[in-house]
């Protein structure tokens, strides 16, 4: 049985030293939590984020889209690929996602995109046994490569079979992770995944892995 959406809401995420904005989905009986993690120059109001967002919903996982940066942060542009930086907001985010009333007793899972994509393995590494699953949608993880040997959580990388640079990166990183991971390429996509039913595809591939690796 398809979930609807329970509770869509924008919060504030205040993490002591600035307050970022998020999108928080709650879904009927939700079966987890999807922390987003986004990539270079987008925000909490990605289009594709939001759309696989709203796909999960259905198959009953809630998420959370937040922007890593503030707005003044955004602006000085190494900000947004200071790995350190981002995935220390992650983890902060995190950690207070694991005290907000609603959400706090479900199993949180990590959505990275792009360069988001070395934000959250490096944020999993850090927070070990509390992130229960990863998925990497066209991700950079040669951007951690230096944590990649200490995933334990169970990691999917979705890259695009038209995406050649990436797709070599990635295969990298799964012979560098030492934990459960797949790599799924989805032939005829490239890096964004703009082609017509590819950006479904990877919302199923990511909705069976929450399916299969996140529990209590």
């Not at 503030?70 to 690929?81: G, L, P, T």
Request: proline share 2%.
């Amino acid at each position: 049985m398809k979930s609807t959406v329970q509770t869509y809401k924008e919060i504030d995420i205040d993490i002591g030293e600035i307050c970022l904005k998020g999108n928080l989905r709650l879904a009927d009986h939700s079966k987890g939590i999807i922390l987003f993690s986004h990539g270079s120059g987008s925000s909490r109001l990605s289009i594709r984020n939001n759309y696989v967002a709203s796909l999960l919903i259905e198959e009953g996982f809630s998420s959370l889209l937040f922007d890593l940066l503030s707005a003044k942060e955004d602006m000085v542009y190494e900000n947004r690929f200071d790995i350190e930086l981002l995935t220390q907001r992650l983890v902060k985010v995190t950690k207070w996602v694991m005290k907000y009333e609603e959400i706090k007793k479900l199993p949180i899972g990590y959505f990275g995109a792009s360069t988001g994509a070395a934000s959250a393995l490096s944020a999993a590494a850090e927070m070990g046994k509390s992130i229960k699953a990863i998925v990497s949608r066209g991700g950079r993880p040669d951007l951690a490569m230096p944590i990649l040997k200490d995933i334990k959580t169970p990691t999917l990388l979705i890259v695009g079979g038209d995406d050649e640079v990436v797709i070599e990166l990635n295969k990298k990183a799964k012979d560098t992770i030492e934990g459960v991971c797949e790599l799924k390429i989805v032939e005829g996509a490239t890096h964004l995944f703009p082609e017509a039913g590819k950006l479904e595809i990877v919302a199923k591939l990511t909705a069976d892995w929450f399916d299969k690796y996140l529990k209590k």
